[in-house]
Structure formats: structure tokens, C-alpha cells
């Protein structure tokens, strides 16, 4: 019996699309956090964008389109951007918007900044560093305390703070920003042997969680501190890297060690460092990213 391999339908007119993935806080690929990057002309349907996200099954896919208002500067490049995960469009990711600034960088040599403007989260200012690095320009989003275990705090600040303790009880203080759980400890071991918790992710919902604690350890003795995070955007998974988390990450490490420029780790199974700096209500974070395929799709 002969099969014939070639039955499938063929597609009319595909349309072809660029696509590029970036490996994100790293200068080394198979680290970091991975994104998909596509320039557009114009926007595609929201669903054929979340199939495309769904289909590239990365952490991010960030889409692209350039925005034709002249700008003075030029030197500076104008884009809107989107970006979707797996599941559903997300208000703001760091890595696929490093990711995304690292592939206009290299394609327009000349342009030292650019101008991203995203629906949720307003504009964003992204730089190249004297240092080869990424500098991005985001607002600060300190959490708030709601637990701390030497401090008496209202019993009733947040019915979730019994959940996370019944599967942390080691817990030294708990914040919360819109994003996430952030849950402190006072070593760094508690951080990098957590299992990951579907349940304790389903109690969580709609937010994430944050592990973090000083860094201590030889192997992390360059870096202020680390941390983990697991997204419901990604099912509860554990994300490899995460720029947004750092906008917290950040400000609330710098209150703890007083201290305005931190280095972090994400200490996931890829891991990846993150370069901070705090200026008033704004936090810039600087990586590197490096090429990992480019390729084109068919849609």
C-alpha cells in the first residue's frame, strides 16, 4: 500500500510573516527568557494573533507596528506593540519588550532609543547603554505589605495570607501589587527548593507569585538578590525570566538594602540577570538578549 503524503489541503495566498526569537536577559542562548518578535505592517485579527501566541507556545510573542507620526528625533525609532501569551494578550511583559527593542536595534544601526506605546501601560522608553546593554524605562510598582512575621499587622488585610502561609509557613513578609504575590524569605534556599504548587497557584488566582530572598551563597554573591515567579498567564508555570516582576523586585529590594542600583538573578532552570536602577517613580532594568532563530511563518 502506497501512502500519499501530499493530501493535505493546500493553503491559498498564505501570507508570510517574519518571526524572529530572542533569547532575553542573557547573552547566552538556551538562558534567559525566550520571545517571539513579529513586525507587522498592520495589525492582524486578535484572534489570529492569540493562535499564533498559542502556537509558538513561548512564554511571550510580542507583535510590532510601526507608527508613521514623524518624530523629531530621528534617532528614534516609533512603534506600537502587543503582546500575548499562550492564553490571552498581556497589559505589559519586559522580556519580549527587551526582546523586541534588541531586534530593532539591530536592524536600524543608527537608532540609539525607541519609543514603544502599549495600549495598558502608556509609553516606554527603551536605550541602548554604552555597556552593549538594553535600558528599559518602566513605572515603579512597589508592592504593599500585608504580612510580616516580627510586626503585628489587621488580621483582615488579605484573606490569602492564611493560604500562602498554610504552604509557606516560612514565610517572613508577604506584599502585593497588582501583578503578584511578592513572599520574602530570610534565606535563599526557601526561594530556589520550592516545588512548584498548583494549588497554592488556583488559591492565588488572578495573581501570580513571586519567591525572593537576599542572595547569600557563593554562587549568587554577585547579585543583590533572587527570586522565581510563577504566572497564571502561564498556567501557573514558573516564567524563565521576568522584567515586569522587577518594577516590584526592585524598589522593594532597594528599601531593604538602601541602595539605588541592584543586580538580580531569576534563579528559574534557564535563569537570567537583570541590571536595576531607581529614579523616583520609575525603574529602569537593562539586559542583554541574544538571536536564538529567525525564520517566516505562514498564516
Not at 9 to 23: F, R, S
Not at 51 to 70: G, H, P, R, Y
Not at 215 to 236: E, H, M, T, V, W
Request: aromatic share 10%; hydrophobic share 40%.
Amino acid at each position: 500500500m502506497t501512502l500519499n503524503c501530499d493530501t493535505a489541503p493546500k493553503k491559498e495566498n498564505p501570507m508570510p510573516l517574519d518571526i524572529h526569537i530572542i533569547d532575553a536577559f542573557t547573552d547566552t542562548v538556551f538562558k534567559g527568557s525566550s520571545a517571539a518578535v513579529i513586525i507587522l505592517n498592520q495589525w492582524l485579527e486578535d484572534s489570529v494573533m492569540q493562535s499564533i501566541a498559542s502556537q509558538n507556545n513561548l512564554s511571550e510573542t510580542a507583535f510590532l507596528v510601526k507608527n508613521e507620526t514623524d518624530l523629531e528625533d530621528k534617532a528614534t525609532l516609533d512603534y506600537h506593540i502587543r503582546w500575548f501569551s499562550p492564553l490571552k494578550e498581556m497589559d505589559f511583559c519586559g522580556h519580549a519588550t527587551l526582546a523586541s527593542a534588541f531586534l530593532l536595534f539591530e536592524q536600524h544601526s543608527t537608532a540609539t532609543s525607541i519609543h514603544f506605546y502599549a495600549k495598558a501601560v502608556g509609553s516606554l522608553i527603551i536605550q541602548k547603554t554604552p555597556e552593549g546593554k538594553i535600558r528599559m524605562n518602566f513605572p515603579n510598582t512597589l508592592p504593599s505589605l500585608i504580612y510580616s512575621a516580627t510586626h503585628e499587622l489587621a488580621a483582615d488585610v488579605d484573606p490569602v495570607i492564611n493560604t500562602v502561609l498554610a504552604h509557606l509557613p516560612n514565610a517572613h513578609k508577604i506584599y502585593k501589587n497588582h501583578q503578584a504575590y511578592f513572599i520574602m524569605f530570610d534565606n535563599e534556599t526557601a526561594v530556589l527548593g520550592f516545588e512548584p504548587d498548583t494549588l497554592l497557584m488556583t488559591q492565588l488566582a488572578p495573581l501570580g507569585l513571586v519567591l525572593t530572598a537576599q542572595a547569600q551563597s557563593n554562587k549568587y554573591s554577585k547579585y543583590d538578590f533572587i527570586s522565581r515567579y510563577f504566572s497564571q498567564a502561564l498556567g501557573g508555570a514558573e516564567d524563565p525570566v521576568t522584567g515586569s516582576v522587577h518594577t516590584a523586585l526592585a524598589p522593594l529590594w532597594g528599601k531593604q538594602l538602601s541602595k539605588d542600583q541592584l543586580l538580580a538573578y531569576q534563579a528559574s532552570s534557564r535563569g537570567g540577570e537583570l541590571q536595576c536602577e531607581l529614579q523616583g517613580d520609575r525603574v529602569l532594568i537593562s539586559g542583554h538578549a541574544v538571536r536564538y532563530l529567525s525564520g517566516v511563518i505562514e498564516i
